[in-house]
């Protein structure tokens, strides 16, 4: 099974470029997030979706896009790079339990992402 | 607000040694989950365990184990009788279902645990 797949695992771009982290998963989960980690900082919540067509902002939006065309696919966009993005995305499924998130999250391997 | 603190930044221990991670979390939820997650130094993300606010029975799955106690907020994880393959970043996390969110996870900064053989 491939559970989550993100790519791609390590990227440096330029100040000002724009680049899309790829994710998919392929267990038909409702809900699907992106968590940045950056070191002493634990993982913390860019945007997350519970279902296709449904997006919402989480701890620290400012910087991505994302959207949800497919319960498969949940793309995180970087319109204008920063070097303040630099850190590690984890792209992350879940299903739902009614209308709750189970919390059961299943990480994709990680991106690591260098902004220069 | 809801909050999940890991004071202990590292441990480092010796083979064989008992050690527990320290979590305190803050929310104001009446139901909510909390979790614990391992990351190897591989870099990926390990399930380890999920319980429900509702269920205070302490629980034991081989060397690990676990204490959550609501009257403290505090859900404990203890390794016994350590093993290098422990070496990892542990992570604490707490569903945030307030306001209408979506149970999204708020994760603590996570305890660094260095086993020397």
């Known amino acids: 099974n491939a559970g989550v797949t993100q790519t791609p695992k390590f990227q440096v771009l330029k100040t000002g470029q724009s680049m899309t982290l790829q994710c998919a998963q392929d267990?038909?989960?409702?809900?699907m997030s992106w968590y940045r980690q950056d070191p002493g900082m634990g993982l913390r919540l860019i945007h997350y979706?519970?279902?296709?067509?449904?997006?919402d902002q989480g701890e620290v939006p400012n910087g991505y896009n994302v959207s949800r065309s497919t319960t498969e696919d949940f793309p995180l966009r970087l319109l204008s790079a920063a070097p303040s993005q630099t850190s590690v995305y984890f792209c992350?499924?879940?299903?739902?339990?009614?209308?709750?998130?189970?919390?059961?999250?299943?990480f994709g391997e990680g991106s690591r992402l260098t902004v220069l | 607000a809801q909050k999940v603190t890991q004071a202990q930044t590292e441990i480092s221990v010796v083979e064989k040694e008992d050690v527990t991670l320290d979590c305190v979390y803050e929310t104001r939820d009446t139901t909510y989950y909390l979790f614990w997650y391992k990351q190897p130094p591989s870099g990926e993300l390990v399930f380890l365990i999920r319980?429900?606010?509702?269920?205070?029975q302490n629980e034991i799955s081989g060397r690990y184990s676990w204490n959550f106690q609501k009257s403290t907020s505090s859900f404990n994880f203890t390794i016994t009788a350590s093993q290098v393959v422990d070496s990892a970043v542990y992570f604490c996390?707490?569903?945030?279902?307030?306001?209408?969110?979506?149970?999204?996870?708020?994760f603590g900064k996570g305890t660094k645990l260095s086993v020397k053989p």
């Open positions: 979706s519970v279902g296709a067509g449904i997006t």
């Open positions: 996390a707490l569903s945030d279902f307030y306001g209408g969110s979506q149970g999204n996870l708020i």
């Open positions: 992350a499924s879940s299903p739902i339990l009614g209308t709750a998130n189970t919390g059961e999250l299943f």
């Open positions: 267990m038909n989960h409702e809900y």
């Open positions: 319980r429900n606010s509702f269920d205070e």
